[in-house]
């Protein structure tokens, strides 16, 4: 069974930075798409940042030029770097995986909690 295990989160007061790892296990495939969403309270779940396997990168506006994600095609790994955090990036961070023929895992979530 494929397995996607997060690491990183943490709790940061606001302007501190964070980095989010994942990485996809007993899977021999490589990911087409690889990202993180979040989830707030009382929120729906929403995308942060995603990579392609050609290394294309897509971000939420609210997180544009704060976080940077990396990832590695051949490892199925992916990195998430949040920088100038604020209160509002306060969620569960979850991990995203995507392959052919529809394919697609979640972890199990990482709390990023930004306070004060």
């Known amino acids: 069974q494929v397995q996607l295990v997060e690491s990183g989160g943490g709790l940061v007061q606001p302007g501190g930075s964070l980095r989010l790892f994942c990485a996809a296990s007993r899977i021999t495939l490589r990911f087409n798409v690889m990202g993180w969403y979040r989830q707030a309270p009382g929120k729906e779940r929403e995308l942060v940042a995603t990579?392609?396997?050609?290394?294309?990168?897509n971000y939420a506006d609210s997180v544009k030029g704060r976080f940077t994600i990396s990832g590695d095609n051949a490892k199925n790994t992916v990195n998430l770097q949040m920088n100038s955090l604020k209160p509002e990036d306060t969620a569960v961070y979850y991990c995203?995986?995507?392959?052919?023929?529809?394919?697609?895992?979640w972890g199990q979530g990482t709390q990023v909690t930004v306070s004060s």
């Open positions: 990579i392609t396997r050609g290394g294309d990168t």
């Open positions: 995203n995986w995507n392959g052919n023929y529809g394919a697609a895992y």
